[in-house]
């Protein structure tokens, strides 16, 4: 896998869990609060219409029985004399209407055969003939009767309350008409909501008050929306109680709320009906803004999830960079400090021969002194060559000191160095070879520059070795300039050697550091100063670095602590 | 110090025959009477019968150690000097050899010459 689909895998995650662990408490909070909400306020809200039902329920079936009650009345109370004509009915009509305010619109008596034998009322139906009626027959059959609304002789919608009654052995009925008007109020005035309407209807399916707006009235609503319970061709409505039923209805397609209530024994039934979202309109809206609130909310955190999962990303970047840089630094340092006791090993080993080699040269030079050698012919070659393993045996001695250079440093004692000045000594120390070289030696040193807790001469050695590189660097390349800074940045000092030299090629720069790594010609170099440099850098706790652009130079950085040094310049204070 | 013809008595302590064989030749050359002894003990064995008006000692040694051999030579004489050679790695132990009584130091490989005038220094001539 590589770093990118890595750290965008990673980012995905973190938004994924910062995601379900701020919305699942919130989702499950809301889902459960909503339905605890929804489940409450739906039940108070149909209970008020069950009550609001019950309570118009109770006063229609009071008006009914209380004007079939006002009819039984008379006719146990008032004569045959006083019902037999039309005169005498007047006087009764009048009666009941300044009680009732014009409830009752007429008053008749009809005899057993059903023809009206006596009326009184706003219309001429006098000697009218109700053989046929169905009122005149259940009366008839039932003693006393509430009728459906009909339109009947007069062509408007009226119903009858009939009663039985035998006077002089002849049995008669006194009905009166109703007044349709008063009796619709009462169900016209129950309303509720916006699109809250009340209407009563008979088993037939016939409307007996007029509804506020139309309502498709159809068998099958009737039958398996309003009472579902129960067959209408074989039963009457048995709802003593109010019911509630959710459905469509057929008029609008809403889902409505259906309340309903038996009444005049079950032959009519009273409907209230209201559409859901209105009869919940306050749950909805507080439904809506807890939505609103969510999706708001739900924006937020995701909006959130990516500016955090960004940061958090970028901090793992950033561990994850210096993770690896330690790791390639004590690979590094391990790395040096086998290599250092391998060198220490070899060293020594090659210390003694290189000596017996170097002491055994000398013993042939002594000889050379005798008189019968030195007047030999190849004397001067024969002490040519002892010179020069006496000089090649010096090389060895040299390199097996820096090798036991590279393990153990020349002289670790620490003390207090002023950087700036073992710059300048080590600046004045490489003069002549920079000028042999065709190199310009800058300094631009800082005067803020504490001194630092260190050793000198492995500092020496350091900067000694950087300084050599750069001049060897542009030796070949018609001189140039070395610049050497320092400066203090972050608590740190830092110093950089930067020449004009010819580069270091990027494959180059990894190995830079590696022992034994060199680009010097054979002989020239033994690739273990800058590893020297490296170890002596780290032992102190800071860093070296480099940077290179070919044909445009090099650069070396070394950051040292200066924390210690300070530390102790306050405490000594 | 030295014996009676004015030759200036050494013993040279070193495990390296090779290395031994030709200082002895080289300073015997140069005047000096060079006993060697090619092991810490050979050297304790030697400086026993003999005189020696300076010691030159390898610091690192199969049998013994160095120091240890200067701390039984200061003993058996102890106004002896010893010079140390050592490889540059082993620097630190010849300086600890310095604390203990050592004349001097020299780095291997060293030029005879330098040996030489460490060895007058220590003589006293």
């Not at chain 1, 459906?148 to 008409?177: A, C, M, N």
């Not at chain 1, 709802?239 to 024994?265: C, I, M, R, Y």
């Not at chain 2, 040279?12 to 002894?37: H, I, N």
């Amino acid at each position: 896998m590589t770093d990118k689909s890595y750290y965008s895998q990673l980012r995905r995650s973190i938004i994924g869990i910062i995601v379900a662990v701020s919305l699942t408490p919130l989702l499950v909070l809301a889902a459960l609060g909503g339905y605890q909400f929804h489940s409450a306020y739906k039940q108070k809200v149909l209970a008020h219409m069950e009550q609001l039902v019950y309570g118009h329920q109770q006063s229609i079936d009071a008006f009914l029985s209380g004007k079939l009650a006002e009819i039984r009345v008379l006719t146990d109370v008032a004569g045959f004399d006083k019902v037999r004509d039309d005169a005498g009915l007047a006087q009764l009509l009048q009666s009941l209407q300044s009680r009732y305010d014009g409830v009752f619109v007429d008053l008749g008596l009809v005899n057993a055969q059903g023809t009206q034998v006596a009326y009184s009322g706003p219309f001429r139906l006098g000697r009218a003939d109700y053989a046929h009626a169905l009122w005149f027959q259940e009366t008839m059959q039932r003693e006393y009767y509430i009728s459906d609304v009909f339109l009947g002789l007069r062509g408007l919608p009226h119903f009858i309350v009939g009663v039985k009654h035998s006077w002089h052995g002849q049995e008669y009925i006194l009905r009166s008409t109703i007044d349709f008007v008063a009796f619709n109020r009462l169900v016209e005035n129950v309303r509720i909501g916006e699109t809250g309407l009340a209407y009563i209807v008979s088993r037939g399916g016939e409307f007996q008050t007029k509804p506020r707006r139309d309502v498709a009235m159809t068998a099958e609503f009737l039958n398996d929306v309003l009472t579902p319970e129960q067959d209408l061709r074989t039963h009457r409505f048995g709802q003593s109680q109010p019911h509630v039923h959710l459905g469509k209805d057929p008029a609008t397609g809403e889902d409505t709320v259906f309340v309903t209530a038996s009444l005049k024994n079950g032959d009519w039934l009273l409907v209230l009906q209201q559409s859901q979202d209105d009869a919940f309109r306050l749950f909805l809206r507080a439904r809506n803004f807890a939505l609103v609130g969510i999706i708001i909310s739900t924006l937020a955190i995701v909006f959130m999830a990516f500016v955090l999962s960004k940061r958090i990303l970028n901090t793992v970047v950033e561990t994850d960079q210096q993770k690896e840089m330690m790791n390639e630094q004590v690979i590094e340092a391990g790395k040096l400090a086998s290599l250092g006791e391998l060198a220490a090993g070899i060293a020594h080993e090659i210390n003694n021969p290189v000596a017996i080699m170097v002491e055994e040269a000398g013993w042939i030079q002594d000889l050379m002194e005798e008189e019968d050698l030195r007047a030999s012919k190849e004397a001067d070659e024969v002490l040519r060559a002892l010179s020069q393993i006496r000089t090649q045996g010096g090389r060895c001695k040299e390199i097996t000191h820096k090798l036991l250079s590279f393990a153990r440093k020349i002289d670790p004692t620490m003390k207090r160095v002023h950087i700036n000045e073992l710059i300048e000594e080590m600046a004045a120390l490489s003069e002549q070879r920079a000028r042999f070289a065709n190199v310009h030696i800058a300094t631009d040193l800082a005067d803020t520059l504490p001194p630092i807790e260190a050793s000198p001469s492995e500092l020496q050695q350091v900067f000694l070795n950087l300084i050599n590189n750069a001049i060897d660097a542009m030796d070949h390349h018609e001189g140039g300039q070395l610049k050497i800074t320092t400066r203090v940045e972050n608590h740190q000092a830092v110093i950089s050697v930067a020449d004009t030299g010819q580069g270091i090629p990027k494959a180059n720069l990894q190995k830079i550091f590696d022992p034994f790594f060199t680009t010097k010609p054979v002989g020239k170099g033994t690739g273990l100063g800058l590893s020297i440099c490296y170890g002596i850098i780290q032992k102190m706790g800071g860093e070296i670095s480099v940077s290179s652009v070919l044909d445009v130079g090099t650069t070396f950085h070394i950051r040292l602590p200066l924390r210690s040094a300070e530390g102790e310049g306050r405490s000594a204070s | 110090m030295s014996n009676q013809a004015g030759t200036i008595r050494l013993l040279l302590v070193d495990d390296e025959v090779g290395f031994v064989e030709v200082m002895c030749k080289r300073l015997q050359r140069r005047g000096l009477d060079v006993t060697p002894a090619l092991s810490g003990t050979e050297a304790i064995q030697t400086l026993r019968k003999q005189d020696f008006d300076v010691a030159v000692v390898d610091l690192k040694m199969e049998d013994m150690d160095g120091i240890e051999i200067l701390g039984i030579m200061k003993k058996m004489v102890p106004g002896l000097p010893v010079i140390m050679l050592t490889g540059h790695g082993s620097e630190q132990a010849a300086r600890e050899g310095m604390e203990h009584g050592a004349f001097d130091y020299l780095l291997k490989p060293c030029e005879l010459e330098n040996l030489m005038a460490k060895i007058h220094q220590a003589v006293g001539k």
